[in-house]
Every structure is written in C-alpha cells, then in structure tokens.
C-alpha cells in the first residue's frame, strides 16, 4: 500500500445518539482494510455518488485520526462535549462505484453482525461528502434520478393491462414498489435490463444472501420469490422488454431469488419461447455456476451471457462465503471453460472487500485465474456482509498480507489483460466486444 498522499486530509463525519450525522473538527475520516487503517485524503476520495446512503453504526465505535497528535485513535465519546457518544459513519454507494476502503470502527462487546449492506468509508471537506471509491462505469442504469416514482407507477398500470394474469409480473411490481428495487423499475420504465427471477431454491448458503437468513440473527433484505413461473409467463416479460428496449438485456438469477440453475425446466423452454420469437435482446443468466452441464444445454438453448459470482478464486476461500450444497468450487470452473469453449460471453461478479480482496495473495490468485480463464468482464461489486465479520472468517482460513489497494489492483489489471473489461453491469451483446473507454 503506498503511503498517505500528500494532499489534504479529508475530515472525520459521525452520528450521534439521535441519528445526526455532523463533521468532527480536529479529526481526519480513517479508511479500514482488513487490520489496515490509513487516514482519508481529497485525492484518494471521490464525491459522494448521487443517491448513495448515509448509514450510522451501532454498537461501534469511530476509528479517527486525531490532528493535533497525528495518530489515530479510538472515540468513545464526543471529544468536544463530554459524555455524548458518539458513533461512526459509513457510507452505502450508489452502483458503478468500487469501494477501495470500509469505515473504520471497533466493535462494542456483543454487537451484533451489521445489516446487508456494505459499508464504505465517508468523509466531509469543501462543503460535500467524499466517499473512498472508484467509478468503474458512469452508465445511469440504476441512477435513481431517472427512475421517477409516478412513472414507475404509471409503467406498472400499463403492464397489468397487458399481462393481468402473469404471477411473475405481479412479483416485479413488488419489487419495484415495496423493496425499490431498481432492475424492478426499470422493467416498469422499459429500460436498460429487466429482471426474470425464477428459481425458489438455491443450492449455496451465502454469508451475505440477500433474500434467505434462516440460520442466522441478520435480516434479509427481500422476500425470495416464493413460486416458478411458468415458461410462457417468463417469455412474455422478456419479450415485452425486448420489444421496447434499445440494446435490451433480460436476465435471470437476482436478488429475490435462489440459484437460477435449479429452475433449469422451466427457463430452458421459456428461452427457447424468446428465441423462437426473436433474436433481439441479450438473455443473460447470473448464477453460482454450479452446474456446466445444464449451463450447457441452456446456452444451446438460446442464452448470450453469463455472470457467475465469485467472493475469490481460490477454493477454500470461495467455499467458505458461499457454503454450496451438493457442489464444489471445481464445477464453477468446469462451468468456465464449458462456456468459453462455446465461445460465449462471461463475467465474474466479483465481491471486493478492501482488505482481503486487495491481499497480494488474492490478487496473485486472480491473475494465475485471469491467465488460465480469459473471461471478458469483471463486474466489480461491493459485498454486502459485514465488513469485520467477513474478514475474521477469511482470516480463520488463511492470513492476508498487507493491502496492495484497490486502485493499484485495478491498474495492474488493466495494463497485464488489455482485453479485460471493468464494469459494473451486465452488457448488452452489442457492446459485448467494444472498446473499453
């Protein structure tokens, strides 16, 4: 990791008890990685994305670095009034941005694992928020200022007109009104990509699983869908989708749902419904990829792309996030080369957790992957688990060294695999193969 830029230091924000969230003066925003802590600075810090979250840890306290005594240290309670906690402050950005650092804080005994978000490190100078990040796309396809609540309404009238009797359009209006779910809404508002969740089971236990916690005291953040549409109800969205759409992408494997390649009956025909009508639009499938046999036959059947999530790509770390049932890491990467063998489009999804993610170990990992498995895009995303708790489970299996960073990761990426896209989302096959800019 390079040494703290010479530039100006980027002040501390935290909340109090009621929620107010106000700058610390005297005190510098500290970034976390791993064990690694480094003060925050203009130039390692963006603007804070439009539509990005504010979030108030508790049960925490602030890590800051304190001015005065040029050290860092740790708040119990407001420095200036004495007796008022104090507590820190984490930001939860909007998509398209990498966070290279996590808020710095230090548990209080018996606090429970934070919610499913992620929680990147914030700060305040020159009158705005900078957030530790780096944009990798500036595409609007989830900005949530295109994205207007009576439209999304409006859009939502319009297709109950057109499919009163679809289950899965009925599921998407849920979605996109009671979990605000930006790939909901943008069905609704007939843009960019639309959802085609699916499958009710899943064949993974994922530390961060956003629609199933059944096992543990976190909340999930949205109900699984809880039937299989039928393959005529799951064409017709994507048909109507395609049909209104420039560059249109339809996809399955989402949030709200399991493992899309337990529900390979009824996508396979309801894929080949699509093809029979229309070799327009990108079908796309996000998966564990747990199966190559019936990715296999589901690319026969007509299917552009795949997405496979990935927290690292190496096994023990890989099987200890997602937990599979009933497969091993080995049947991802069959699953790769099946598909690269077909000559198809592949992204790996990949969970950036500053500090393991930025471990000289993982990142030699993942260029012995890149070198091996020439996929075409990393989608890199932020994950959504409590960042210490993540770490403490990676570190049972195997001690990361100091953080390379996030940016010097990217860098180096981008100058040893030229032809390796960096983004967020999942392309349309237009762009599949065009030029990184």
């Known amino acids: 990791m390079s040494r703290l830029a010479n530039n100006k230091l980027v002040t501390a924000v935290v909340a109090n008890e009621d929620g107010k969230i106000f700058d610390l003066k005297g005190y510098a925003a500290v970034g976390m990685a791993g064990t690694y802590l480094v003060p925050l600075t203009f130039d390692t810090t963006v603007k804070m994305p439009h539509g990005s979250e504010l979030m108030l840890l508790p049960n925490r306290k602030p890590v800051l670095y304190n001015l005065s005594k040029k050290k860092i240290e740790i708040l ?19 998509p398209g941005y990498v966070v290279t650092f996590v808020s710095a804080y230090k548990e209080d005994n018996g606090a429970e694992t934070l919610p499913i978000f992620s929680y990147g490190a914030v700060g305040w100078i020159n009158g705005g928020f900078r957030s530790a990040a780096i944009c990798v796309t500036m595409e609007k396809r989830q900005d949530l200022r295109f994205m207007k609540q009576e439209k999304v309404v409006a859009g939502i009238a319009q297709m109950r007109k057109k499919m009163p009797g679809n289950r899965l359009r009925k599921h ?40 199933s916690q059944q096992s543990t005291k976190i909340s999930k953040a949205q109900d699984r869908i809880d039937f ?48 029979s009508k229309t070799k327009n639009g990108t079908i796309n499938i996000n998966t564990n990829a747990s199966s190559p046999d019936i990715l296999s036959d589901l690319f026969d059947a007509g299917l552009d792309s795949l997405r496979i999530s990935l927290n690292s790509v190496r096994k023990k770390f890989y099987e200890a996030y997602f937990r599979p049932k009933g497969y091993v890491f080995e049947d991802v990467l069959k699953s790769i080369e099946t598909v690269l063998n077909k000559n198809r489009f592949i992204s790996i999804n990949y969970l950036n957790s500053p500090g393991f993610t930025d471990s000289p170990e993982e990142f030699e990992a993942l260029n012995f992957f890149l070198k091996k498995y020439p996929i075409n895009l990393i989608q890199w995303r932020n994950l959504n688990f409590d960042p210490l708790r993540y770490y403490e489970t990676m570190n049972k299996i195997g001690t990361p060294g100091s953080p390379i ?33």
């Open 172 to 211: 998407l209006e849920k979605c996109a009104l009671e979990y605000g779910c930006p790939a909901g809404k943008n069905f609704f508002l007939a843009r960019y990509e639309a959802p085609l969740p699916t499958s009710k089971a899943c064949n993974a236990q994922c530390l961060g699983c956003l629609s």
């Open 405 to 437: 960073g996030m940016a010097n990761i990217l860098k180096s990426l981008k100058k040893s695999f030229p032809h390796l896209k960096h983004g967020y989302f999942n392309p349309p096959k237009e762009k599949f193969y065009a030029e990184s800019k």
């Open 76 to 94: 119990t309670n407001h420095p200036h009034i004495p007796g008022d906690a104090i507590f820190p402050v984490s930001v939860f950005n909007s």
């Open 228 to 275: 299989t549409p039928e393959p005529h109800e799951i064409a017709e969205i994507a048909l109507e989708h395609i049909k209104r759409v420039k560059m249109p992408v339809v996809s399955f494997g989402q949030g709200c749902e399991g493992d899309p390649l337990l529900a390979a009956h009824v996508i396979r025909p309801a894929v080949r419904m699509i093809r």
